[in-house]
């Protein structure tokens, strides 16, 4: 029986870990290298190495309803998206509330983990840390929970710019990018649009003479900012969307998307335009880019073939000569240095782990790794999500498949590798946002039944329907059943308006009447959306349901 955990780092999905541990009644003891929590959120000026970093204006761009914990709402007065000094305070106020700091040893390396000689019997793991005084020292635990990140090991290709050692400008990987104070007058050039490569072009550009946007494979640009002005995430990102993504073509829903991106920027027109379609990779998300290129800040240029002493050549025979700075954002190797090799199993450019956090191969399942991941979403509910489940296993609550079962689902993919995402060699960690929660959820036992909640709470199930996939709707049954979640749902919208509160206007009835008349007409629909997840989700008897709704005698 499992009863302690080691936890490794102390960022979201550690803190979670340690949470969810305490929720199961195991005795978590952290270890976090650093002299703080947060891990990537923790801003510092100097990048340490084999650390995650970020720069100081980075705020984050899914929005506060939709990242923080599922039974710890992000106070109302915080900003919808959150500079990483407001999300490093969330996560001060959440570890605080459930007195996690005191299982969290700072300035500690965890040098290896080992499996113990009797592992075959035991399950047990050897835990070897460092402290800041280089004192080694040996723990046993009964499981580990690695929750290291993806984002500490820079990946710098330099093998693929032919000339890069004839440069004779400076060049650094967006890891090492803290500002634009060094780039006043030069001429830039970025390669990569990914999100930090889209934000370092933007914020260059304000003071450099020139910034060149290197793309091999071009993007879809998407915006943080909805229709009147809602988060995107908190407008599409909800159950009924998804239902549309199993049901219609994906061909025509990217054609409806890109038409309706388009409207607001051609991507052919701002040299934008990639070779894939929306839906087969995660898109870029920056509001100022279209913006900086339609003043000519940032111009977008294709992949770099050549390199020539202050030169850059480009593939289309395109030279621009003088550059002073190459910003090379392309993105981050994983590894686990600490780790016996024969503990990861790997598949093709994947980490193989059962559907993204248990190992395959061992005999006992004491080894999990938590936010391995990425997705349209934040990581902290997906993390949860993930500890949750994990626990749970530790526990003995629940059972995963055989080995040979798991490696099977690992090699074929899990069902959140959605038929949205095509391209899983370009992308091995991205899974579909509400299919993974869904997926881990079901695992967990906390996954909403839209056809229970149709006929027990019609006002709940509009709002698990038709809102956003807040985390909120994992905590409505189930293990860890909260009893705020309900009200945490009707009030979501209520915490994403109450930073607009500044100045008192006069609000337009016109536009509320003809607001609910469309949620009125919309409802229509709810027959048919249910009748889907009826058919993934079997409707419980109706004997069973009298028995619910009967009043029980006491």
Not at 53 to 67: A, D, G, Q
Not at 203 to 214: F, K, M
Request: aromatic letters at 12%; hydrophobic letters at 40%.
């Amino acid at each position: 029986m499992v009863r302690t955990v080691a936890v490794i780092g102390a960022g979201p999905s550690g803190l979670t870990s340690i949470k969810s541990c305490l929720d199961e009644g195991l005795e978590p003891t952290c270890f976090e290298s650093s002299d703080d929590i947060g891990g990537l959120w923790k801003f510092k000026e100097v990048s340490e190495p084999n650390r995650a970093s970020i720069y100081r204006s980075l705020t984050i761009n899914i929005s506060k309803e939709m990242m923080c914990f599922s039974d710890f709402p992000i106070p109302a007065d915080y900003p919808n998206y959150m500079h990483h000094s407001r999300i490093l305070q969330y996560f001060r106020l959440y570890a605080e509330h459930f007195k996690l700091l005191q299982h969290i040893h700072f300035q500690t390396s965890v040098r290896s983990v080992r499996q113990r000689p009797d592992f075959s019997h035991s399950g047990q793991w050897e835990v070897v840390t460092e402290n800041r005084e280089g004192q080694e020292k040996r723990h046993m635990f009964d499981s580990v929970i690695v929750c290291s990140g993806h984002y500490s090991y820079p990946h710098l290709p330099l093998k693929d710019f032919s000339g890069i050692e004839s440069f004779e400008g400076k060049y650094f990987h967006s890891w090492d990018y803290k500002g634009p104070e060094d780039l006043h007058g030069k001429r830039v050039v970025v390669i990569g649009i990914g999100n930090s490569g889209g934000d370092i072009a933007v914020e260059s550009s304000r003071v450099a003479e020139q910034v060149y946007l290197s793309t091999r494979r071009g993007a879809w640009v998407i915006r943080v900012l909805s229709d009147n002005g809602l988060p995107v995430d908190m407008k599409y990102n909800t159950r009924f969307v998804h239902i549309l993504f199993q049901l219609l073509p994906v061909n025509w829903l990217s054609w409806f998307g890109e038409k309706k991106l388009n409207a607001m920027y051609d991507h052919t027109m701002y040299a934008l335009k990639p070779k894939h379609r929306l839906f087969s990779t995660i898109p870029v998300i920056n509001d100022e880019l279209p913006n900086k290129i339609l003043t000519g800040g940032v111009m977008v240029k294709p992949n770099v073939q050549q390199i020539r002493g202050s030169s850059v050549v480009f593939e289309d025979g395109s030279v621009v000569d003088k550059v002073d700075v190459i910003v090379f954002a392309t993105g981050y190797n994983y590894d686990f240095p600490f780790l016996p090799p024969n503990v990861m199993h790997k598949s093709g450019h994947r980490l193989g782990l059962y559907k993204h956090v248990f190992p395959p191969t061992l005999e006992h399942p004491t080894m999990a790794v938590v936010g391995f991941i990425h997705a349209l979403g934040a990581i902290m509910p997906q993390a949860e999500m993930q500890s949750r489940w994990v626990t749970r296993v530790f526990k003995g609550h629940k059972k995963l498949p055989s080995n040979q079962a798991m490696l099977k689902a690992v090699e074929y993919g899990c069902p959140s590798q959605s038929h949205i995402i095509s391209k899983l060699h370009l992308v091995p960690l991205q899974v579909d946002f509400v299919s993974y929660m869904d997926d881990i959820a079901g695992e967990v036992g906390v996954r909403p039944s839209l056809a229970w909640l149709f006929f027990t709470d019609y006002p709940l199930f509009k709002r698990v329907l038709w809102g956003p996939v807040t985390a909120y709707q994992y905590r409505i049954t189930g293990p860890g059943k909260w009893s705020g979640a309900r009200r945490a749902i009707f009030t979501q919208f209520e915490r994403m308006f109450q930073p607009f509160k500044t100045r008192q206007v006069e609000e337009k009835q016109g536009c509320f009447v003809a607001g609910r008349l469309l949620k009125l007409s919309l409802t229509t629909m709810v027959g048919g959306a249910a009748a889907y997840y009826f058919h993934l989700q079997p409707p419980p008897s109706l004997t069973y349901l009298l028995s619910k709704l009967t009043p029980q005698r006491a």
